[in-house]
């Protein structure tokens, strides 16, 4: 006799009274039950803000003695945790060893699915051992369900290496709360279609990891006010991106942003204080550090009112 299922109770698994019949809509109906198991998508992740604050607040911890972030999961989750990953260093100037993403099956899985990697405890150890985590790190562990095994081994791995452990779940009953140093798990409640956690713990996931990484990012420094000061200068539109923030915060036309930027290797923070500060590139570079890399601090000067200013000019 086949023993009943271990998946049968996970919220993610369970039938949505809500959409019983959406094989029967038209689209319009389809996307307004959509936007309705979005709201309460919603107010899931509200009810975690607590939470995630003190997720930004490890991350934030764990950035400045010089620890890395890696996220570990399996399908969506596990591509979400990808994209995180790769966006860190064009968003903000990180280097690509700082924020990692592990994904079961590998990099392959990434753009085909790859059923089956993710009941694989042993690999999910093997994969974070390969990163040699140490007590500085944090490993995110993304599962909508909260059971993958994959990254129940890569957890269970990087805590015996004493790095911090948060763990993401759609599933606010899961065990691992009393092994891990986070739990954030919003109650997104069942999927438009069942099982499908592409949808409503999908889209949740991609909000959290956004304000983790996001928040984090913003308390060591890579803005100033809510602009990308650490943006890397990869493509045309990047530079001028850069060209741009430097107009608004110095009030220089785009041709001597450009020659300012020139002069200042195409550091952003460098050439506000430059600009700001009539110092030098090398001796702006110094006055960064010593303002542990904030700008505000670098020159003693907020940016909103600049900011505001511009904006009731349009």
Known sequence: MLARSKWQS????????????????????????????????????????????????????????????????????????????????????????????????????????????????????????????TNRDVVIGVSASGMTPFVRGALTRARRAASKIIFFTCDPRTELQTFVDLTIAPAVGPEVIAGST???????????????????????????????????????KLRDRARRIITIVTGLDYDEADGLLRRARWNVKAAIVMQKTGLTYTRAMARLRKAHDFVRDAIGEDVEPRLKQLLEQR
């Open 10 to 133: 996970l919220p993610t698994e369970a039938i949505n009274p809500s959409t019983l019949a959406i094989d029967k809509l038209p689209p319009a109906e389809i996307v307004e039950g959509m936007l309705n198991e979005d709201r309460k998508m919603l107010a899931a992740v509200q009810r975690e803000k607590e939470r995630i604050a003190v997720g930004i607040e490890i991350i934030t911890q764990a950035l400045r003695r010089g620890g890395r972030v890696v996220f570990v999961g399996a399908g969506t989750s596990g591509r979400l945790g990808v994209v995180e990953s790769a966006e860190m260093p064009p968003t903000f100037g990180t280097s690509p060893d700082l924020v990692l993403a592990i994904m079961a099956g590998g990099k392959h899985a990434v753009l085909r699915a790859k059923e089956g990697v993710e009941d694989n405890y042993e690999e999910g150890a093997r994969s974070i051992n390969r990163l040699r985590p």
């Open 198 to 236: 592409r949808l409503k713990a999908g889209t949740a996931t991609k909000i959290v990891l956004n304000m983790l990484t996001t928040g984090a990012m913003v308390r060591i420094g890579k803005t100033y006010g809510n602009l990308m000061v650490d943006v890397q200068m990869g493509s045309e």
